[in-house]
């Protein structure tokens, strides 16, 4: 607030117009022109449609919680694809977030070549993708893929992956491992940030190595941890191309990861009413999800100042 | 001017000889037990590195094989000689050409479009004042917590509604209007950092705030551009549900959901498969050889001072 605003206000006059407290709008209206069209009224309207039937053909039709009911109770491959959906993301998110740290803790160690490795474990995150997918297809193809051959080497038969129900999310976890490489960045980043004074200050109190990690490191670094957590889970919900091209749900749903069976809906048979339902739950799910981390963060996220 | 013997400048010290000796008398300098506690690093690290080269390695291997060898046990590790068949075949049964153009379109495309709202927006939050740009600047952070799928439905419907069905306006017009949360952050952040002394210079030389954003802080962005440029690119090239919903005609494919197609006609013809996988990573592995520094920029600017 400027003081001549304040005075003016004082004196009881209106404000003159200032081009300046405006022109701030003009230029943000590229994205509040967006928000607004693909944002809150979408936002809305899939509220509204969830209580519809929408088939894309004539209007949308009010059945009240009727999708609701019909998804809770009597809907068992939503609690299916739900059920996959979280056991995958326990699986691949602190497994992933512990592989990441790990591998930046060793980047940042006093090494030589570590630009080279550096980009040795980025370049996977960067390529991640439909033909990436394929890829590991062939690479986890139980009688011919590089995975069983390297584990028959040495003597370990190895299991069906993505064609066994048991083992077909591990594939998928174990893909995911392979594009760790962003967060590994993430962290590296945030340990060259890590003030080297309290390093030395541990040292001179006797610290050990493992000490300066669980007091000095870990604490320093737990913001980050938490960011690369909450964005984490949230992209862990959405996994959907791995699922769609190489098992597409299967076999027998053991992959019909939450995102497939909502695609599935809207657009294979084009129930957008129920879509919208699924996709309100979801978001509703993931709210919980990251409001519940958030709350829980107070407890072990350090904050300097 | 002349360095001093006794400094070393920043070039020197990354000289890849100097780090290596330097690298060596730290090692001397170490107790036996760090000695341990650093060939276990690097032995994890090598380890490691092999482990997420080998992926990239059999995919052009087996891109070079034929579809016999493809299948061998114990697996043929270097495809000598070299067979091109598998490209040949993948090249002939579906239009790649024309995919790759198609994606190229797109891509570079939607990347002109988040870099103009990006840093459209993105000055805006950072140096224009105005009531309730804090309040606004919360909920792009929000939207970017918001899983898509939330409006993805009514927004298909609108898109529908114009006729916009297998056109490529879907898969534009949303980058030129709304942008993308993640680079207006991005965007934002940087400008912070830029001095507010060249507004303020700019300004009683007689500047309007849209020259300023235009001629002052635009040039000086030009790393944080980059950055953005290189993450569209790699978002839009991988992009593959958009493309899915939204293009059907297999003309106007992409080459995410081109693959796909292949893939499910082709899936017995690994050569062939691994051929189609490599033509589509390879631009991404050169466009990240060639700008790795800004993707390095970029996320370390993404996971600190949140």
Not at chain 1, 38 to 67: C, D, M, Q, R, V
Not at chain 2, 24 to 40: D, E, M, P
Not at chain 2, 172 to 187: D, E, H, K
């Amino acid at each position: 607030m400027t003081t001549t605003a304040a005075a003016t206000h004082v004196a009881g006059r209106r404000p003159r117009f200032r081009w300046q407290d405006y022109e701030g709008w003009l230029f943000i209206s590229p994205w509040l022109l967006g928000l607004l069209l693909f944002g809150i009224i979408p936002f809305f309207a899939s509220l509204y449609l969830s209580f519809t039937k929408y088939e894309l053909l004539g209007a949308p039709e009010w059945i009240g919680l009727h999708n609701y009911q019909r998804l809770f109770f009597q809907d068992p491959r939503f609690w299916i694809s739900l059920k996959v959906t979280l056991y995958y993301s326990v699986l691949a998110v602190p497994s992933g977030l512990v592989i990441a740290f790990v591998l930046a803790l060793f980047l940042n160690a006093d090494i030589v070549a570590r630009a080279f490795f550096r980009t040795m474990f980025y370049l996977p995150s960067v390529t991640a993708g439909v033909a990436t997918a394929f890829l590991w297809a062939y690479l986890l193809n139980p009688t011919n893929g590089l995975v069983n051959t390297l584990l028959s080497f040495v003597g370990i038969k190895g299991p069906g992956w993505i064609y066994s129900r048991q083992w077909a999310v591990p594939a998928l976890v174990l893909m995911s491992w392979w594009g760790v490489g962003g967060t590994v960045v993430i962290y590296l980043a945030g340990l060259q940030a890590v003030p080297q004074h309290l390093y030395e200050a541990a040292e001179i109190d006797g610290a050990s190595s493992w000490g300066r990690l669980l007091h000095v490191t870990i604490p320093m670094m737990s913001p980050t941890i938490f960011f690369t957590m909450v964005m984490g889970v949230i992209g862990s919900f959405q996994m959907f191309t791995t699922a769609y091209v190489v098992t597409n749900g299967g076999p027998a749903d053991a992959t019909l990861f939450y995102i497939l069976y909502l695609f599935r809906h809207a657009f294979q048979n084009f129930n957008m009413g129920y879509a919208s339902a699924l996709a309100w739950v979801l978001f509703v799910i993931v709210l919980g999800i990251t409001l519940g981390q958030l709350k829980l963060s107070g407890r072990w996220v350090y904050y300097e100042g | 001017m002349r360095v001093d013997s006794g400094v070393q400048t920043a070039a020197v010290r990354q000289h890849p000889a100097v780090r290596w000796r330097a690298s060596i008398r730290f090692w001397k300098s170490k107790t036996a037990g760090r000695r341990v506690g650093l060939a276990f690093i690097y032995a994890v690290l090598i380890v490691g590195s092999i482990a997420f080269a080998l992926p990239f390695y059999w995919m052009i291997a087996t891109s070079f094989k034929t579809k016999m060898e493809a299948v061998m046990y114990p697996p043929k590790w270097v495809p000598i000689p070299i067979h091109f068949t598998g490209y040949e075949r993948m090249w002939t049964a579906f239009p790649f050409a024309r995919f790759l153009t198609n994606t190229c379109f797109i891509t570079i495309t939607t990347m002109i479009g988040f870099i103009l709202t990006s840093t459209l927006v993105g000055y805006g939050f950072a140096r224009t004042k105005f009531k309730g740009r804090d309040a606004l600047f919360l909920v792009l952070l929000a939207t970017m917590m918001l899983p898509p799928q939330v409006t993805m439905i009514p927004t298909f419907i609108i898109f529908r509604a114009l006729g916009w069905i297998n056109t490529y306006y879907p898969l534009i017009v949303p980058a030129f209007i709304g942008g993308s949360a993640f680079y207006i952050f991005l965007m934002r952040q940087f400008i912070m950092t830029l001095p507010r002394e060249l507004d303020d210079a700019a300004r009683i030389d007689g500047c309007n705030s849209f020259r300023i954003y235009w001629n002052i802080l635009m040039p000086l962005s030009k790393p944080a551009i980059a950055t953005i440029a290189v993450f569209s690119f790699v978002g839009e090239w991988n992009d593959f549900m958009g493309p899915l919903i939204y293009l059907q005609s297999q003309e106007k494919m992409t080459i995410a959901v081109g693959l796909r197609l292949f893939v499910g006609q082709f899936s017995t013809d690994l050569p062939a498969m691994m051929a189609g996988s490599f033509v589509t990573v390879l631009p991404l592995i050169v466009i990240f050889f060639l700008a790795q520094n800004y993707f390095v920029q970029g996320i370390a600017l993404t996971g600190l001072k949140q």
